[in-house]
């Protein structure tokens, strides 16, 4: 199986441009064989708390939206399953919420951040409970979204629970962010014998200058495949899964 993390900067509360970026991905992706394809955290707005909070619900989501439905349609063009992140709607407040697409375009599962930072819990972000497990093609797949990564028991629920493979749609930025990126994804691959993907963003994105580097590695530790840290683009890897 062929694993996909896209990378690139987001237009700031943009939903149309950000979300016609990452159909242009999901082409991308079914060009090169890849079965899935990841972004990185609040890709679908940029990383802007305080205007998404500001903005009540005109900036919240669920999967069905019509804002989304690109994505949803390049989804089933190319038969390549997608992991979209963007502020989420639900009943007690906002969420920073992966919603998965299926290769047929249809809504196959949701994850909701479980580990708010204090920075996003002010704003207004809640946490989310579930676990948000999906299957493609019988691989399963567990969910972090960027500080849960900092919590090793997600990961190690992932992979009591059969997942092989750990998506992480994250917001790592310049100097300490790259350098936590590499301490903790690593670490979680080999510790608990997952394949771990990180998509990351790329240049600005709220407060942060994002340090690109997104990343697949194996059950081992080691690095399958790095993007660039100056550039957007696609980063995949093909996964030994027998």
Request: glycine letters at 14%; charged letters at 20%; one cysteine or more.
């Amino acid at each position: 199986m062929i694993i996909a993390a896209a990378q690139f900067t987001a237009r700031p509360g943009d939903i149309g441009a950000n979300a016609a970026r990452m159909a242009a991905f999901v082409t991308e992706a079914g060009e090169r064989g890849a079965a899935l394809v990841v972004f990185a955290e609040l890709a679908v707005t940029g990383y802007e708390l305080d205007a998404i909070v500001a903005a009540g619900d005109g900036l919240l989501l669920d999967a069905g939206d019509a804002r989304l439905a690109p994505v949803r349609e390049a989804c089933r063009a190319a038969g390549v399953a997608a992991v979209v992140n963007g502020p989420g709607r639900a009943a007690a407040g906002p969420t920073i919420s992966s919603f998965v697409y299926g290769p047929d375009g249809a809504p196959l599962a949701r994850y909701d951040k479980v580990h708010v930072t204090e920075t996003e819990r002010a704003a207004g972000f809640v946490p989310g409970t579930g676990e948000g497990r999906f299957t493609l093609d019988g691989v399963g797949f567990g969910h972090v979204i960027c500080y849960d990564a900092h919590f090793p028991e997600c990961a190690a629920r992932a992979a009591a629970d059969g997942c092989r493979v750990l998506v992480a749609s994250s917001l790592y930025g310049r100097g300490g962010g790259a350098r936590e990126r590499m301490e903790i994804f690593p670490a979680l691959a080999r510790d608990n014998g997952l394949h771990v993907l990180l998509a990351n963003h790329h240049g600005p994105s709220g407060p942060y200058d994002a340090c690109g580097l997104s990343a697949v590695w194996a059950p081992d530790g080691s690095v399958l495949a790095e993007g660039p840290d100056a550039g957007e683009g696609l980063v995949t890897a093909e996964l030994s899964l027998g």
